[in-house]
């Protein structure tokens, strides 16, 4: 079981995201990710031992992130993985995520966990196994997204789905 934190839009975002990613579908091919399991990853914490499994789900409940108001508009493609997604252009809306990021990584270090080296790039992704594209036929609106939920999550991936189970959920509290 590999272990993720993440942010999930709230219903009227998947909503859009969803239809976003099926006209994606239509330029690009891939695997749809499912409305609901749509989210924006703030730690990917891979494979972790049961003990601390248990620690990190015992303690997740009491930890908190601020309420977070972000425009997805824009369209983008990582290489590697082969994931469409939906980004973040906005520099004080990608600031306050990365802050998220950051203060999430801090309380981890406690745990052994260290971030990836790479850049935090806010995003949801859309499609998986998927071919890049100039993305020119796929129309990008603007959305609103206003998670209201973060949570502590196990996947488990197999070739044709990904399963997620919600392990633990902390509070998003307003500033």
């Known amino acids: 079981m590999r272990l993720f934190i993440a ?29 609901h399991n749509l989210h924006l990853t703030i730690a990917f914490l891979g494979r972790v031992n049961k003990h601390l499994h248990t620690r990190l789900v015992n303690d997740f409940a009491n930890w908190y992130v601020p309420e977070s108001v972000f425009t997805l ?67 990008m609106e603007s959305i609103v997204c206003r998670p209201k939920r973060c949570f502590l999550v196990a996947s488990n991936p197999t070739p044709n789905k990904t399963n997620y189970e919600v392990l633990s959920e902390l509070s998003v509290q307003g500033v």
């Not at 493609?77 to 600031?95: H, K, M």
């Not at 998220?100 to 052994?112: A, H, T």
């Not at 935090?120 to 020119?136: G, K, T, V």
């Open 73 to 139: 508009n824009t369209i983008g493609y990582f290489e590697r993985p082969r994931v469409v997604w939906a980004g973040v252009s906005n520099p004080l809306e990608r600031r306050h995520l990365t802050d998220i990021y950051d203060n999430m990584w801090d309380r981890l270090k406690s745990y052994g966990f260290r971030p990836e080296e790479r850049p935090f790039e806010p995003h949801i992704s859309l499609l998986r196994n998927a071919e890049y594209n100039n993305f020119s036929r796929v129309k």
């Open 7 to 35: 942010l999930w839009p709230d219903n009227e975002s998947a909503t859009q995201l969803s239809r976003l990613a099926s006209m994606a579908h239509k330029s690009c091919g891939g695997r749809v990710m499912g409305q």
